[in-house]
């Protein structure tokens, strides 16, 4: 059964910072996996969706890389910005279920 | 192009009362999905319909909980005598399908059972 973990749960980082995300899986068989952003009481906004075959993905101050052997993937912001503050969820799609999340990382970035 | 659109956006019900969320996928999107999140808890998925077909109804508990994708018209969750235990944010997603499409999300409904 695929069991997704996000690292950490909780992170509090000073404006400007660059910071890495953390999430995991047990099972390596997966069609993609996607970052997501939610703000409080808000919905998901889709930040960042690696294919299987892909390494990682660019977009803006994000890069989300993908190593599919090791389960892992990382999140990486640059410069980071009081906005970014949210909690961010990685969810990964095997065949035949749905996504799979994590329980998500709670930034909080202080100007 | 809207997104998915989810409907109400608050629901508070009594307890033994109905609730029915409303979902509208992406135009394009065939494939929907509820996922509900329970406060301090992760996004748990509940059940995957395409048209007319329940694909995958695993994750919904099997009592009171039903859900629909009509040939016209959105998706229905529909919840039974609603208890104070299923208070939560109800999310639906949308897809084009199976395999590498990615999701996309509505902003969800909040239901409160009072």
């Not at chain 1, 993905?57 to 052997?69: C, E, F, I, V, W």
């Amino acid at each position: 059964k695929q069991e997704v973990t996000q690292i950490p749960a909780a992170l509090s980082v000073p404006e400007g910072e660059n910071l890495v995300l953390n999430c995991s899986f047990t099972d390596s068989a997966i069609y993609n996996l996607q970052w997501f952003r939610q703000d409080p009481g808000k919905g998901l906004t889709s930040l960042l969706l690696i294919q299987s075959s892909q390494r990682e993905q660019t977009s803006g101050r994000l890069n989300a890389s993908l190593d599919k052997s090791s389960g892992r993937s990382t999140l990486y912001i640059a410069a980071s910005q009081p906005g970014d503050s949210a909690t961010y969820l990685c969810a990964v799609d095997q065949a035949g279920t749905a996504l799979i999340f994590g329980k998500g990382t709670t930034l909080s970035v202080s100007s | 192009n809207a997104g998915v659109m989810q409907n109400p956006r608050h629901l508070v019900r009594r307890r033994g009362q109905e609730a029915r969320l409303r979902c509208s996928p992406m135009k394009g999107h065939s494939h929907v999905y509820w996922y509900r999140q329970l406060p301090e808890e992760g996004l748990k998925f509940m059940v995957y319909l395409q048209k007319e077909n329940i694909i995958d109804e695993s994750g919904m508990p099997k009592e009171r909980f039903s859900a629909e994708f009509p040939k016209e018209g959105p998706s229905i969750l529909r919840i039974q005598q609603v208890v104070r235990g299923d208070s939560a944010a109800y999310f639906c997603a949308s897809s084009r399908g199976e395999g590498a499409y990615g999701y996309t999300f509505g902003s969800g409904t909040r239901l409160t059972v009072v």
